[in-house]
């Protein structure tokens, strides 16, 4: 029998748990939080290409051509063995899910226009939650050992050797160390004897100093943080010492602009009509890219001091009131997530978030944004009333005039979700060194791995990030069985 140890429960560690003790082995758990399921309990969707579920829709999701359109937007500097194989095996994820207990049901697209549809939800939702509850149970149910409150330190190698303090004479990587409430404070938790390793921590999408080590021109300190568990980079540090290579070629998966705190104004100013003006009061993009959160992010990044003020008027915002539920949504909603959106803005006058005025020239002395909003939002009213915005050619549906007083101007900034890369692997979802050659008994999955997203998020392979966790998690469980 072989006996496997999993370094982090969720997505990509429940999934492989799963999958490994489906198929006999003996499979130990640590994570280190209460409760399993990490940043995999807030996903809303999964991506899938193939899954039973599209057929019945006739939606058809042909995996190669997602694989090229993955391939193309990244200039082919992803990993293509690796991308090909999360794509390929992403339908029989969703497939072994359902049969599991998982009720998905719907197949969105997640940007206007988007096909094929990928973006698979279960309902009643939220999608992640049930996920990770299904796996959980199964997991239960299969005896796989769950440790939970067990944060994972170190690795070791065979004859107890911990990785990166000394080289060992077998150079397999074959279990780890650990932390919990109950282990004396200069102890260690040893766990051994392991066939395979498997690091799944999340990322390090929490961890500033990484970050800036690792990550070009990032200052996190722009970023606030969006809900989901902040990651430290155990699995990083950990793959790190033991001569994985570890490619700066990470992603932020962020989101802008955002509204920190209120997620009714954050809806509010990414509504295609608004205005968004940086420091100098200079329009930076059209604004309904706002669809790919990773579009909007990136325009915002490059503008001085990373913030922008949304601009718009009263009825702009009557019109954010009174829109019909959103995409993901319950069919059977009629909540738009906006009742108290009124409320909200009052509330926030006070904090500074929000400005609030009569006229345009008071909203340009309140914000500091001078002569250049005046000039602005009448150069915007202008392209308006022409029906054509001559500077970045926004759809012309969402070409609203601000003319309505009063008028406001909400401060956005960026938000940080994950992170995406940092462990080489190969399409097995062994880790690799340098040389491309795998290092004996260690695999990685998830978020944690490099060679997916290389340098930008993809919005529209949407629910990858999840998606690709899962079934990374099936590949690794899989080939840590076949290693010997
Ligand atoms: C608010 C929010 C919404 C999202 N929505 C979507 C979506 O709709 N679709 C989508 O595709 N993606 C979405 N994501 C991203 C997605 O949830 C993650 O990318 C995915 O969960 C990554 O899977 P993972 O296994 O790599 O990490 P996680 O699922 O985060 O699991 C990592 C686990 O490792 C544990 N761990 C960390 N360090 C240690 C250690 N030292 N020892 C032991 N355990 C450790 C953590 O506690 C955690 O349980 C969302 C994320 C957030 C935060």
């Known amino acids: 029998m072989k006996h496997i140890l999993i370094i982090g429960g969720g997505a990509a560690g429940l999934s492989a748990a799963v999958t490994a003790a ?50 193309e937007f990244s200039h082919w500097r992803s990993n293509a063995r690796l991308v090909r194989a999360l794509i390929g095996r992403s339908g029989e994820t969703v497939d072994w899910l359902t049969d599991m207990g998982v009720p998905f049901s719907r197949v969105l697209h997640h940007m206007p226009n988007q096909t094929p549809e990928v973006f698979h939800m279960a309902y009643p939702a939220p999608t992640g939650l049930r996920v990770m509850k299904v796996l959980q149970a199964r997991a239960e149910v299969l005896g796989v050992s769950l440790e939970t409150e067990t944060k994972a330190r170190g690795l070791m190698y065979p004859g107890h050797g911990i990785v990166g303090a000394r080289a060992a004479a077998d150079p397999r990587v074959s279990g780890a160390t650990a932390v919990t409430p109950d282990t004396p404070a200069d102890e260690l938790r040893v766990y051994k004897n392991y066939d395979a390793v498997l690091i799944a921590t999340g990322g390090f999408g929490g961890n500033p100093e990484l970050m800036r080590q690792m990550i070009p021109d990032c200052d996190p300190e722009d970023y606030a943080r969006l809900k989901g568990i902040p990651m430290n980079g155990d699995g990083f540090r950990m793959a790190r010492s033991a001569g994985a290579h570890t490619p700066r070629d990470i992603a932020i998966e962020g989101c802008g602009p955002v509204y920190h705190g209120r997620g009714e104004l954050t809806a509010l100013i990414r509504r295609p009509e608004c205005l968004w003006l940086n420091a100098h009061g200079q329009r930076f993009c059209d604004e309904s890219i706002c669809s790919d959160f990773i579009y909007g992010q990136n325009a915002l990044a490059r503008q001085p001091g990373r913030y922008c003020y949304a601009v718009m008027d009263a009825a702009s915002v009557r019109r954010a009131f009174e829109a019909p539920p959103g995409l993901m949504a319950p069919l059977d909603a009629e909540d738009n997530g906006m009742a108290k959106l009124y409320d909200v803005i009052e509330a926030e006058i006070p904090k500074d978030g929000v400005v609030r005025a009569d006229t345009l020239e008071e909203l340009a002395k309140d914000t500091g944004l001078g002569d250049g909003l005046l000039a602005e939002v009448a150069a915007y009213n202008a392209a308006c009333a022409a029906g054509h915005d001559s500077l970045f050619g926004k759809d012309r549906r969402s070409l609203h005039p601000i003319t309505e007083p009063p008028f406001y101007a909400v401060y956005a900034g960026l938000d940080i979700i994950t992170t995406h890369g940092g462990i080489a692997v190969d399409e097995h979802m062994r880790v690799v060194d340098e040389g491309g050659r795998p290092i004996p008994g260690l695999y990685a999955a998830g978020i944690d791995i490099s060679g997916v997203d290389s340098g930008d998020y993809s919005v529209g392979l949407s629910g990858h990030a999840f998606g690709f966790s899962l079934t990374g998690g099936r590949i690794a469980a899989e080939s840590m069985l076949e290693y010997s």
């Open 22 to 71: 489906e198929a006999g082995a003996a499979v130990t758990v640590l994570e280190g939080r209460k409760y399993p399921g990490g940043n995999g309990r807030y996903a809303e969707g999964v991506f899938a290409a193939g899954s039973r579920l599209q057929r019945r829709l006739n939606i058809d999701a042909d995996p190669e051509v997602l694989f090229r359109q993955a391939m």
